[in-house]
């Protein structure tokens, strides 16, 4: 039963929340989410998601946990470096909800199976690392119109937009190409202060459960730019390209591109 004794307490403290209520909170338990990397993003992300009370849960990363990792990747425990971080995860979701569901992938996210995963959720949340795997996850969330919650972030702070295919711009709205390596360093050659990403992973989430959950959801075209060492937030609001290859009157994108095409520097395809 979905209002047990337990869950009536477990949520109470959402039901009381009004553009929530008892409504939102059944929408949460009927929905699912697909989160791509159990990473710094991932991580918090996916613990407010599961605590949210989301009813199906898959977490997607083919990396292993690394002691490096554990200044910021909160939902892996010490004695879990050098296990699989999408297993390593789901313990840490199941240890908070007993009665979640996760599915596990500890594979990569791939052109070749980004659409079939991203149609089996509701709604995608991009924790991943690298701009390949952003651009890939852009282009899977239009092809089949699930929203998708993009972030990065490095050092004190990070960037975060929110996709709704149909009601929005994309990523390649915002940023056509992209970006080269040398433009885009990763927490291994700039750093992170791992509170940081818990900011980010925790906002994305956020937006996750609104999506979900409330009557007038986020509609997109919002780049957020969030920096903790000034306490600064910016949001920027962006609009849909016409002529984005992906999401664009004519798109030119059916369909996730070969792996080749998601190689920075390439260029927009045409
Ligand atoms: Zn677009």
């Not at 047990?4 to 929340?17: I, K």
């Not at 282009?139 to 702070?157: E, K, N």
């Not at 992170?192 to 956020?206: L, S």
Request: aromatic fraction near 4%.
């Amino acid at each position: 039963m979905i209002w047990s004794g337990e869950n009536t307490l477990r949520y109470s403290r959402n039901l009381l929340v009004e553009e929530l209520g008892e409504a939102g909170q059944e929408r949460l338990f009927a929905s699912s989410v697909l989160v791509v990397g159990a990473g710094g993003l991932g991580s918090p992300a996916l613990l407010y998601l599961a605590a949210a009370g989301i009813g199906r849960i898959g977490v997607i990363d083919d990396d292993r946990v690394d002691i490096t990792n554990l200044n910021r990747q909160v939902i892996h425990r010490a004695d879990a470096v050098g296990r699989w971080k999408a297993e390593s995860a789901a313990e840490g979701l199941r240890a908070l909800r007993p009665d979640l569901e996760v599915d596990v992938y500890p594979v990569a996210l791939t052109a070749g199976n980004a659409a079939d995963l991203f149609r089996r959720y509701d709604a995608v949340v991009d924790g991943s690392d690298n701009f390949s795997t952003k651009y890939l996850c852009n282009d899977a969330a239009v092809v089949t119109g699930r929203p998708l919650v993009h972030a990065g972030v490095l050092r004190f702070g990070g960037q975060m937009l929110t996709v709704v295919p149909g009601a929005g711009p994309c990523l390649r709205c915002v940023i056509p190409r992209i970006p080269p390596r040398k433009d885009s360093p990763g927490c291994a050659e700039a750093g992170i202060v791992g509170a940081a990403a818990g900011v980010v992973g925790a906002w994305q989430a956020m937006e996750a459960i609104k999506l979900l959950s409330i009557a007038a959801p986020p509609q997109g075209g919002k780049l957020l730019t969030i920096d903790t060492l000034t306490n600064e937030v910016s949001c920027l609001a962006v609009v849909r390209d016409p002529s984005c290859p992906a999401c664009g009157d004519s798109p030119r994108i059916v369909e996730p591109l070969s792996a080749a095409e998601y190689e920075p520097e390439r260029p927009c395809p045409r």
